[in-house]
């Protein structure tokens, strides 16, 4: 199983960056599929899941409004658009893929996770 993250950089405040993840090795268009994310010296967070079919989405209150999941299971992709960036995003964020179709926001829910790609949002 391979998941592969892209799309993290630098931005100002306010600004917008899309985040990608790749899958394969997995039943991709059966899988719930999770963003999370690490800030130094803070524990893993939960950021957003989309079901596989993207009738359900859920989002972590610090994001709601302004970050937006979606997935394209013809290519095996999910992606994060987020938008109106705050310094306290900055963070490494992971994809991952979970354990069934509605993986909570716990870790422990997913099975296979991504490298990370670094988020850096200046102020």
């Known amino acids: 199983v391979q998941v592969v993250e892209s799309g993290g950089g630098l931005v100002q405040t306010g600004g917008s960056l899309r985040l990608s993840c790749v899958v394969s090795?997995?039943?991709?268009?059966?899988?719930?599929m999770g963003w999370f994310r690490q800030a130094p010296g803070k524990e893993r967070e939960f950021v957003s899941r989309?079901?596989?079919?993207?009738?359900?989405?859920v989002y972590a209150d610090s994001v709601k409004g302004r970050f937006t999941i979606s997935r394209d299971n013809a290519k095996s992709t999910v992606s994060l658009q987020m938008d109106n960036l705050k310094p306290e995003d900055s963070a490494v964020y992971y994809c991952?893929?979970?354990?069934?179709?509605?993986?909570?926001?716990?870790?422990?829910?997913?099975?296979?996770w991504g490298q990370g790609t670094q988020v850096t949002v200046s102020s």
């Open positions: 090795g997995i039943t991709f268009g059966q899988t719930g």
């Open positions: 991952a893929a979970g354990r069934s179709q509605l993986p909570r926001q716990y870790d422990f829910d997913y099975d296979f």
């Open positions: 989309i079901s596989p079919g993207s009738m359900s989405k």
